[in-house]
Each structure stands twice: as structure tokens, then as C-alpha cells.
């Protein structure tokens, strides 16, 4: 799974970086990357690259804390938010974040990559992907 996020000169990297750890239970540091905006202005592109058990801790957060109305929402249009290569993107909105809340967002989002292992998936990937989601909630 990787959680990432763009943190404009305006934002409070450590306010962000702490929102997402805290409320995903990550425990390691980011990875960041300094990188120019636009108009010159610094942009903090922060990543965390999960693995293993602290991958599974996150999705299960991330799953319970959606709420059947966005759970019932992502799973209406799971087609849309998977790739040719069986990625599960997510979107989430950051200021809600850093106020506690997870809600579904497609502006100035944490966005969310879950890529299970290839034998993990048996069968239709929307299905393996629905049943993970609502198996975690």
C-alpha cells in the first residue's frame, strides 16, 4: 500500500504528516520529496510505502472509518477506482484528515494505492476488492 500526498507552502507539513500517521496507525517516516510548484513555490511530495501487517492495520482503518454511506458509494463505482494492473486507488480529502474525519474527496486529496500481491486475487478483482472492503468494515 502507499499513502501519499502534495503539501503546498501554505499547509503545515507536520500538522499533514501527523494527521495521516496518527489516524492510518503508521508508524514509520515518509518518504519526502522537495519538488518546485508552479509558480516557484516549495511543494512537499510526502509517501508512505506500507508492507506486511502495518499495510492490513491501515486498510482495515480506512475501511471502517469510511461509513456504509461512502463504503456503499466506493463499492457502486469500485470498477472506476481500479487499474489494468489491479491497483485499488482511493481519495481522500486532507483537510478532513487533519480534522479527524476520513471522507471520499477527489480535490487536494490523500490519495491511497493498495496493491495486493497477484496471487492474493483469485478470480474477479472487483469481487476480491468488494469482499476486502466490506469484510474489513
Not at 501527523?18 to 511530495?45: M, Q, T, W, Y
Not at 469500485?78 to 489494468?84: F, G, R, T, W
Request: include cysteine; glycine fraction near 8%; hydrophobic fraction near 40%.
Amino acid at each position: 500500500m502507499e499513502v501519499s500526498c502534495f503539501i503546498h507552502a501554505t499547509e503545515d507539513e507536520g500538522k499533514v504528516a501527523g494527521a495521516i500517521a496518527s489516524e492510518l496507525k503508521i508508524s514509520g517516516e515518509p518518504h519526502r520529496e522537495r519538488l518546485d510548484g508552479h509558480f516557484g513555490n516549495e511543494v512537499i511530495h510526502l509517501r508512505y510505502h506500507l508492507t506486511g501487517e502495518e499495510a492490513w492495520i491501515a486498510f482495515s482503518v480506512i475501511a471502517d472509518r469510511l461509513g456504509r454511506d461512502n463504503l456503499h458509494a466506493l463499492l457502486q463505482g469500485l470498477d472506476s477506482a481500479i487499474d489494468e494492473h489491479s491497483a485499488l486507488f482511493l481519495r481522500f480529502s486532507k483537510q478532513d484528515l487533519v480534522m479527524g474525519r476520513l471522507a471520499l474527496s477527489a480535490s487536494d486529496p490523500i490519495r491511497v494505492r493498495v496493491k495486493p500481491r497477484q496471487f492474493m486475487i483469485r478470480g474477479d478483482v472487483t469481487r476480491f476488492y468488494g469482499q476486502l472492503l466490506e469484510r474489513s468494515s
